[in-house]
């Protein structure tokens, strides 16, 4: 069985996540291939993760995605908001409800035991589809029916029973709005998709960020026990090593460019998933900056790719600057492309303002 490297692995996942060469596909083709994009914070995150990849990429094209109902924003991988195609949207939610099911259980069992899960989610049902509702708002109705309970706890045990999508204006790029609910069902006006296939999923995810492990794949959906689903697969697919010794699984025609493939500088989006999805991060994360890009209270910065690799932060300020924290000091070149990465930022969020290098530590 092959062995693959660190850097062949990065430059696989980069060439599939269109970051070794921009693509000039449609934003809806390339969330589709992405499985989405993590879209937790807003409204920043799907927007620049989409202008890394995209040549020509403006906001308008994805903010008439989301006014017209063809992408939306929902609970999916890891139980985290996503953006997905509103047709990910009914295939990918009940697939990925058991790992919702999980988290209610885990985070607020004690808080629901008892309880009616199935009037419960009706009930809630009935509401959002009445008219969008935040989850105070709705954790509140429901309690009014059962005054012993946590309205938090209600809202919460609502968002993992039903498939509820944001409404815009949130997550729209130059306004906002509250996180307002309601179900896919009636905001897309289809079904869940009944019988939707986890053999897709996992080959779907392997297109978009293989080669990988059964590890890597529950990291980046949440699901769990994906080992016997890779075994059913096997005939369709390829396996390699990694320099510890763990079983890699891919598409046999995925591209795994050559190692020495030049990888241009990129600014990442906050919480990009290419940071994400796998049980070792080390591909295009070196270990000893981990925790200075992901912090203790869960958040992803932006960061500063340089041959590959993340090579420091960045964030943009009310489009006004974008600030670049390299790690380490970069060689004049990569700190030229930086500065013209940085400014393509600024242009697409219309600002006047500036680029800013903040000193290395220890060169304050």
Same mark, same amino acid.
Request: charged share 25%.
């Given at each position: ?19 070794? !060469? ?7 083709? +390339? ?23 995209? $040549? ?16 939306? /924003? ?13 047709? %990910? ?5 009940? &697939? &990925?409800?058991?790992?919702? %099911? ?30 969008? /509702?935040? =989850? ?15 309205? !938090? ?5 609502? /968002? ?27 905001? +897309? ?10 053999? $897709? ?5 392997? !297109? ?51 190692? $020495? ?65 390299? =790690? ?10 930086? /500065? ?6 600024? $242009? =697409? ?16």
């Amino acid at each position: 069985m092959n062995v693959l490297t660190g850097r062949q692995l990065g430059r696989a996942l980069l060439a599939r996540q269109h970051l070794l !060469a921009r693509t000039g596909r449609e934003p809806a083709e +390339l969330i589709h291939h992405l499985g989405g994009l993590q879209a937790q914070a807003v409204p920043q995150p799907p927007y620049l993760g989409l202008l890394s990849r995209i $040549d020509g990429f403006t906001p308008e094209r994805l903010t008439a995605l989301l006014e017209q109902r063809a992408a939306v /924003r929902i609970a999916l991988q890891r139980g985290t908001i996503h953006l997905v195609t509103a047709e %990910d949207c009914l295939t990918l939610r009940p &697939l &990925l409800q058991p790992v919702l %099911d999980r988290a209610l259980r885990s985070t607020y069992g004690a808080r629901l035991a008892g309880l009616d899960l199935d009037a419960l989610g009706a009930e809630a049902r009935a509401l959002v589809e009445a008219e969008p /509702r935040t =989850f105070q708002q709705l954790g509140a109705l429901l309690a009014a029916t059962r005054p012993d309970r946590d309205p !938090a706890a209600l809202a919460q045990a609502a /968002r993992c029973l039903l498939p509820l999508v944001q409404v815009p204006p949130r997550g729209i790029w130059d306004r906002s709005g509250p996180a307002a609910h309601t179900t896919a069902e009636a905001w +897309l006006g289809c079904p869940l998709e009944r019988a939707p296939a986890l053999d $897709d999923l996992v080959l779907r995810y392997l !297109a978009a960020f293989g080669p990988a492990t059964a590890a890597d794949l529950q990291k980046w959906s949440g699901l769990s026990r994906l080992g016997p689903v890779l075994t059913r697969l096997a005939s369709r697919l390829v396996t390699f090593r990694d320099e510890h010794g763990r079983v890699l699984h891919d598409l046999p025609e995925a591209p795994r460019p050559d190692p $020495d493939t030049p990888a241009p500088v990129r600014l990442l989006a906050p919480f990009d998933n290419l940071l994400l999805s796998h049980a070792d991060r080390t591909r295009v994360l070196p270990e000893e900056y981990r925790g200075r890009v992901m912090t203790q209270n869960g958040i992803v910065l932006g960061t500063l790719l340089v041959d590959g690799l993340v090579a420091g932060t960045w964030r943009l300020t009310g489009g006004q600057e974008v600030a670049v924290r390299p =790690f380490t000091a970069l060689r004049p070149a990569d700190e030229q492309a930086a /500065r013209a990465e940085a400014q393509r930022v600024l $242009d =697409f969020a219309g600002g006047g303002g500036a680029v800013r290098f903040e000193p290395v530590d220890g060169e304050r």
